[in-house]
């Protein structure tokens, strides 16, 4: 079975904290991502990496930066939390076919 | 501009009638179509998917969901809904770039009552 592992289910930061969000899978896929999920706004794109050391803007990256230095692992990196950016963040690898497999979420709350 | 649409926020249904989530997409060149699952506070599970071949596609749960070119839809169907499959179902569709992104509908809440 796949398995996308996040390194934390739940976070409290507060304003102006460098956060680090990790996600490490075992397929081997070469890609990964990062999106946020807000009610109403449903996934929304952060970054995504189709390589070691690559990397590729989504939709809404302006806050965040993303490392990967190993394939198995892409960390997520908000350089200074700020209140907006409390939501449900969303790792998921998958080969180029496009079937993505998501990990388990963890929710941000920065007060 | 590539696009999916779930036309509808939310889908009620009785125990045990059939269910229906809708979703029709807008992507140029041939599509790869996917079902996502997400239940309260966890992440998104791979339903099914359609790449090619034969256009009624049949995945977890004894969920499936149809291809149809002509009306450029994928619908997600189960015959008999249980209490337990309501959650958040998503609908992608992978972006043509060859990057494996996937571009995802916004969303439909499937309410199965007992």
């Known amino acids: 079975d796949v398995k996308v592992t996040q390194s934390s289910r739940y976070l409290v930061k507060r304003t102006g904290e460098k956060v680090f969000l990790e996600c490490v899978q075992d397929?081997?896929?070469?890609?990964m991502f990062w999106y946020r999920q807000d009610p109403g706004l449903g996934l929304r794109l952060i970054y995504f990496?189709?390589?070691?050391?690559?990397?590729e803007k989504g939709d809404i990256p302006e806050g965040y930066s993303v490392s990967r230095e190993k394939k198995e692992r892409f960390s997520l990196i908000l350089e200074s939390a700020s209140t907006n950016q409390t939501s449900m963040y969303l790792c998921?690898?998958?080969?180029?076919?496009?079937?993505?497999?998501f990990g388990p979420g963890t929710r941000l709350l920065v007060l | 501009a590539q696009s999916v649409a779930q036309p509808e926020d939310q889908v009620n249904v009785a125990e045990g009638n059939p269910l229906t989530v809708k979703c029709t997409y807008s992507?140029?060149?041939?599509?790869?179509l996917f079902w996502y699952v997400q239940y309260p506070n966890r992440g998104l599970q791979f339903l099914l998917k359609?790449?090619?071949?034969?256009?009624l596609v049949k995945g977890s749960y004894g969920f499936e969901a149809e291809f149809n070119k002509s009306q450029t839809s994928f619908h997600l169907k189960k015959p008999s809904a249980l209490v337990s499959d309501s959650a958040l179902y998503f609908c992608?569709?992978?972006?043509?770039?060859?990057?494996?992104?996937?571009?995802f509908g916004q969303g439909t809440t499937l309410q199965v009552k007992p």
């Open positions: 992507v140029s060149g041939n599509p790869y």
């Open positions: 998921a690898s998958s080969f180029l076919e496009g079937t993505q497999y």
């Open positions: 359609y790449i090619t071949g034969d256009n």
């Open positions: 992608a569709v992978r972006d043509p770039g060859n990057t494996g992104k996937l571009i």
């Open positions: 990496s189709y390589d070691v050391k690559m990397k």
């Open positions: 397929m081997d896929h070469e890609n």
